[in-house]
C-alpha cells in the first residue's frame, strides 16, 4: 500500500492531469472536426488510393492522422483516470489504490503512445504545399497538441511512480 507522504503528491499530479488531459481533448476534437470539414474539400483532388484512406488530414504530414486520433483516445482515458484516481485517492485504502496504479498505468501506455506520433509528426517536418495554403490551415492548434502530449506524458509518468509509491 502507498505511503501517506505520496498521497498530496499523488493529488496534486491528479489534478494537473485531468486538467491537461482536458485541454488535451479539447484541442484533438478541434483538429479532429477541422480535419473532417476540410478533408471534403481537398481530398476531392487526390489519387484515389488517397482519397479513401480514412485518417488523412489536410494539414500537417502523414503521421498527423494517427497522431490525433490517439491524442483524443489517450486524453479521454487519461481524463477518466484521473477522474477516477482522486475518487479512489480519498478513499485510501489497498483495493482503491491498485486500481487508481493500474488506471494510470493504462493511460501511460496510451499517452507513452501518443507521445510516439507526436515526435514522430516532429521528426517528419510539415509539409507546406499549396493546398495549405490556399485552405489557410494553421499549424499552431496541431504544434500546441504535439507540446501538450509531450508534457503530459512526463507527468503522467510522474503521477504512476507517485501512486506505486
Request: glycine fraction near 6%; aromatic fraction near 10%.
Amino acid at each position: 500500500m502507498a505511503s501517506g507522504a505520496s498521497k498530496p503528491t499523488a493529488f496534486m499530479l491528479l489534478i494537473l492531469n485531468m486538467g491537461l488531459y482536458f485541454f488535451m481533448i479539447i484541442i484533438s476534437s478541434w483538429i479532429i472536426n477541422r480535419g473532417i470539414v476540410r478533408s471534403r474539400e481537398s481530398a476531392a483532388i487526390l489519387t484515389i488510393p488517397a482519397r479513401i484512406f480514412p485518417i488523412y488530414f489536410p494539414m500537417g504530414n502523414l503521421a498527423t492522422g494517427f497522431f490525433v486520433i490517439l491524442s483524443l483516445l489517450a486524453g479521454v482515458v487519461g481524463f477518466t483516470s484521473s477522474v477516477t484516481g482522486l475518487y479512489n485517492l480519498f478513499l485510501w485504502n489497498a483495493p482503491s489504490i491498485h486500481a487508481t496504479y493500474a488506471s494510470s498505468l493504462a493511460s501511460l501506455s496510451l499517452t507513452l503512445l501518443a507521445m510516439g506520433f507526436a515526435c514522430k509528426e516532429i521528426n517528419i517536418g510539415w509539409t507546406d504545399s499549396v493546398l495549405c495554403m490556399v485552405l489557410d490551415v494553421n499549424v499552431d492548434e496541431q504544434r500546441t497538441l504535439e507540446v501538450v502530449t509531450i508534457i503530459v506524458s512526463g507527468t503522467q509518468l510522474l503521477c504512476t511512480v507517485a501512486i506505486h509509491v
